[in-house]
């Protein structure tokens, strides 16, 4: 597939918004759907890595399995297996959910609990039904951390080889077309640029490729730095910093401007380390996947404003 | 015991120090490093081992789950998987150190892992032949998020129960909840003794069932089709010859967690969600009255940050660039002639300025987390934020001497 021909992200119907701990996951997806909703369109997002914390990025009070509107046009609900299970029988299987279903649910926990990518198939083929049955814009999904998001999205193929018989098998292979459709589904990547996110990001994006037949959307690259100075202003500063020029500038603003060039020159070396892993990122994934840089936020807000700050980064970074 | 820092501490009960790393490190066993993903957790695991085999010369085990490639190079864990491994001495040559004991070190490996507890518990060669075949048992080995925080610990408890080593520092894997692999070892035992687990057995050994599991199997059969509930229910039979095993083992597992020779160090960075999370952590620990160690906070930005005084100065470059460049133009011209463009060095002036107000932000805001963190360890180290990534024996021995003391 060629640059060109990828599906821009803002056009894909059910986005997974995965990352290492510590990127700024959760930042982004919830901005991505901000974004969209702030476009006129219906977009749900949904929590799987359930930590009970996307609620706080729009100022909402705790969301649960039924969806709630936080933002004008933005629906927000957690993902639990239970419920989504619960809903399955109800819906697919005509099962009633209350009273003498109890022992069965528990049971299906159990089951869920230990036949691999039961539990997975719950989480994923509920998105896949809100995509396909509900008639969301964008169904954006604040997935499990890179360790964890492959065996998910693979879920469905895992169990096409487990079972091929059964309602689960029906299942799975509508899912399993739904995931692999670049025009419909698309996996978004965030990672800082540091070590360790970027050195997990290029696996993932192999993993993805070889593991699952879902395509890699695009990866954002979050806190990013700003660049001070200029080349020849680096000289500048460097020359600042010398004891002669450092002592007449002590001298000017009467006091001891040595803390205040020490912090510059931090934020230069952080930039520049950060910029060799930046450099690996760019060289280890594929050139038609494309990055959105967002900056590193100053700011002392947090919540919905932090949202909206991110989702006008991520807006400017896809071209609006 | 250690020559360098706690060498005059013996008997000195009445002004003894406040306990640190060093005193903790010395008089622990187990050591088991915790907390969110992206905070350096698997650097201040490695830097705490080496630590203790240089200054206690004792014989230290790091048993790592993920470290970056360089780390994992400089530990000598290339390639080398789930066997522990010791440091070679060329290591701590080039860092500049010679070490009291010594350091070893070993990757998780949790398909490798679980296989070798299969290998142990299997009754018989056919049945540990069947279960390492069988699909399901692959597919949980490797996929099943659980098994990767249970045999953390599995691992832990062999190692342990060798004897070989004085330390072992163990590095968590980075879970979906920080708390899952606590839970593992009573998860499992749970798991192989549910009437649930009895029920999937049950009417492939007699064919018979009752009333209360006839819906169960009838909704089974419906959603997940006969042939696989057959496959599930091979594997749990297969399963149930390690019963007693399995149980007897993680229950044993859990009482080495709760074991005074244990101690958790919490490593979390100042930013408010990881933060949160630690200290929720922490609290949990003490509620399942484990030893909360230490709490380690990587990557703190530097004091001087902080300063009112930084912020004036700051302040007074950018309001007064363009005067203060005039007046540096002369001095600066002296040095280097192209470097004497009053407009560039008024330039030079607002950033620098703006770059430290920004940072001051963050490092404010970083300061009010550390005053306001609801849980009071006996140890509380801060790391600074180094400008360069660890990736050798010398940049562990750097983070590990601001945690020392």
């Known amino acids: 597939m060629t640059a060109d021909a990828m599906t821009p992200l803002l056009d894909r119907k059910l986005v997974f918004v995965t990352g290492k701990g510590g990127t700024g996951k959760t930042t982004v997806a919830s901005a991505l759907a901000l974004l969209v909703a702030a476009q006129g369109k219906r977009v749900l997002i949904c929590e799987v890595d359930a930590k009970g914390e996307l609620a706080g990025y729009y100022e909402a009070p705790p969301t649960g399995f039924k969806e709630k509107e936080v933002q004008p046009g933005l629906f927000a609900m957690t993902m639990d297996t239970e419920s989504s299970m619960r809903e399955y029988l109800k819906l697919q299987l005509h099962i009633p959910v209350v009273g003498r279903i109890g022992p069965v649910a528990k049971a299906f926990d159990f089951l869920a609990a230990a036949a691999p990518g039961v539990r997975e198939i719950l989480t994923v083929g509920k998105l896949c039904w809100e995509v396909r049955d509900k008639g969301w814009d964008m169904v954006v999904v604040d997935s499990p951390a890179t360790g964890h998001i492959v065996g998910q999205l693979a879920a469905p193929q895992a169990v096409n080889g487990l079972v091929s018989v059964g309602l689960i098998r029906n299942q799975t292979d509508w899912m399993l077309e739904m995931l692999s459709d670049p025009a419909i589904t698309g996996l978004l990547a965030v990672c800082t640029p540091e070590e360790m996110p970027v050195t997990e990001t290029i696996e993932l994006a192999t993993r993805v490729r070889e593991e699952t037949t879902v395509e890699l959307a695009g990866v954002v690259v979050n806190r990013v730095l700003p660049e001070l100075f200029g080349r020849n202003e680096e000289a500048v500063f460097d020359a600042l910093t010398a004891p002669g020029p450092l002592e007449e500038l002590d001298g000017l603003v009467g006091g001891d401007a040595g803390p205040v060039l020490e912090a510059a020159r931090l934020a230069v070396t952080m930039r520049r380390t950060r910029s060799t892993h930046l450099e690996r990122l760019r060289e280890g994934i594929d050139p038609a996947v494309p990055l959105l840089y967002l900056p590193y936020l100053f700011t002392k807000s947090h919540g919905l404003r932090t949202t909206r700050q991110v989702a006008g980064s991520l807006g400017e970074e896809l071209g609006l | ?405």
């Not at chain 2, 749990?236 to 074991?259: H, P």
């Not at chain 2, 200290?279 to 399942?288: D, P, V």
């Not at chain 2, 490092?363 to 180094?386: H, I, K, Y």
């Open chain 2, 1 to 405: 015991m250690a020559a360098r820092a706690s060498g005059g501490r013996k008997g000195q009960a009445a002004d003894a120090p406040a306990p640190s790393m060093d005193s903790l490190l010395a008089t622990k066993e187990i050591v088991v490093a915790c907390g969110p993903g992206g905070v350096g957790k698997t650097t201040t695991a490695a830097a705490s081992a080496l630590m203790a085999a240089i200054n206690h010369g004792s014989k230290v085990l790091v048993l790592t789950v993920d470290p970056a490639k360089r780390l994992a190079n400089a530990l000598g864990l290339d390639g080398i998987g789930n066997t522990e491994h010791k440091v070679p001495a060329s290591a701590f040559t080039a860092a500049g150190v010679k070490p009291r004991g010594e350091l070893w070190a070993a990757m998780l490996d949790t398909k490798e892992s679980w296989d070798s507890l299969i290998r142990q518990h299997a009754p018989d060669e056919q049945t540990r032949d069947e279960i390492l075949a069988n699909p399901l048992y692959q597919n949980i080995a490797g996929r099943f998020i659980q098994s990767h925080d249970y045999i953390a610990m599995e691992r832990l408890y062999e190692i342990h129960s060798t004897g070989e080593y004085d330390l072992i520092v163990v590095d968590t894997p980075p879970t979906r909840n920080a708390l899952d692999f606590l839970d593992a070892p009573e998860r499992l035992a749970d798991f192989f003794s549910s009437r649930l687990l009895r029920w999937l057995i049950v009417p492939y050994r007699s064919k018979l069932i009752n009333v209360a599991t006839k819906p169960f199997y009838q909704i089974s059969d419906r959603i997940l089709g006969t042939e696989f509930m057959g496959d599930i229910s091979e594997f749990f039979i297969l399963f149930q010859t390690m019963y007693d095993g399995f149980v007897e083992r993680s229950k044993a597992v859990g009482r080495l967690l709760s074991d005074r020779r244990t101690t958790f160090v919490v490593v979390s960075t100042l930013e408010a969600t990881p933060l949160r999370e630690a200290e929720f952590f922490a609290e949990q620990l003490t509620e399942r009255k484990l030893h909360l160690g230490a709490i380690v906070l990587n990557k703190v930005l530097p004091d001087y940050l902080q300063g009112r005084a930084g912020a004036k100065v700051a302040e007074t470059l950018k309001d007064r660039a363009e005067d203060l460049a005039a007046e540096l133009s002369p001095v600066l011209t002296s040095t280097d002639a192209t470097l004497g463009d009053p407009a560039q060095i008024a330039r030079v002036l607002t950033e620098v300025a703006d770059s430290y107000l920004n940072f001051q932000v963050v490092a404010l805001r970083e300061m009010e987390e550390r005053a306001s963190l609801a849980v009071a360890p006996d140890v509380l180290a801060t790391v600074p934020f180094f400008d360069t990534d660890i990736y050798d024996l010398a940049g562990l021995l750097r983070l590990g001497e601001q945690i020392w003391v």
